[in-house]
């Protein structure tokens, strides 16, 4: 084995003839392929980087289009759930009108009994508190009651069990309250029943007669010469 000698660099082989600058073209050439190798590693890098950045850019509008169809959802169920809502406080107070209607209803023989009664004179004492109280607390619930004389036969809200003909009306008129009506806001539990006038027949024709046999003479008639 040969001992190698401290102090010295081995030095490559240098052809014969070859100059130095020769000698350095390897080391060279080893440098270019060097920063050749390190070129194509950067160009990767940053390639890597903008598919990173491209994917990240779907993601988040993938993102996007979830969050605006969760909301879309969410706002479709809040208009729905408020719908609900609404309908079931509506049916809530529909049921309830149902039952009071029902209720007074029931009452109104006894309202009918303690108007006669009042009448006739006869609600005194202790009975008159208890029909007051009675009537105060079905008026609480919204009992109306309805029927006057001399206003004009509707229909709709009255029934007319007698009829009859009068000359001082000149249309059909409720000329006696048989029965008051009662409502409920503007629900109708029972009509009032009602007697009824309607205008006279020929009343209007003769009025109109008597009304130009009153008249007096026109002008053409006066200037106009005695016949002799």
Do not use: W
């Not at 729905?80 to 107070?93: G, K, L, P, S």
């Not at 109280?133 to 309805?146: D, H, I, N, R, Y």
């Amino acid at each position: 084995m040969s001992e190698e000698t401290p102090g010295f660099e081995e030095k490559p082989e240098v052809p014969a003839g070859a100059t130095p600058d020769d000698a350095a073209e390897p080391k060279k050439a080893a440098d270019s392929s060097e920063e050749e190798a390190a070129a194509p590693a950067g160009d990767s890098a940053a390639a890597q980087d903008t598919g990173r950045e491209a994917a990240l850019l779907a993601q988040l509008d993938q993102t996007r289009t979830a969050l605006g169809e969760r909301t879309a959802d969410l706002q479709r169920l809040q208009a729905e759930y408020q719908n609900y809502r609404r309908r079931v406080e509506r049916d809530r107070i529909a049921v309830q009108e149902v039952a009071v209607a029902k209720l007074l209803t029931e009452l109104l023989p006894t309202l009918d009994d303690i108007g006669r009664a009042r009448d006739h004179g006869e609600l005194v004492g202790g009975f008159k508190s208890v029909a007051e109280s009675l009537e105060t607390a079905a008026a609480k619930m919204g009992l109306q009651q309805f029927g006057k004389e001399g206003e004009p036969f509707d229909p709709t809200i009255h029934e007319a069990l007698m009829h009859s003909y009068a000359p001082d009306v000149t249309e059909d008129t409720c000329v006696a309250i048989l029965q008051p009506g009662y409502r409920i806001g503007e629900r109708t539990i029972r009509p009032a029943r009602v007697a009824v006038a309607e205008p006279q027949p020929g009343a209007a024709p003769a009025a109109k007669s008597e009304s130009s046999e009153g008249e007096a003479p026109s002008d053409k008639d006066t200037d106009a010469p005695e016949k002799g």
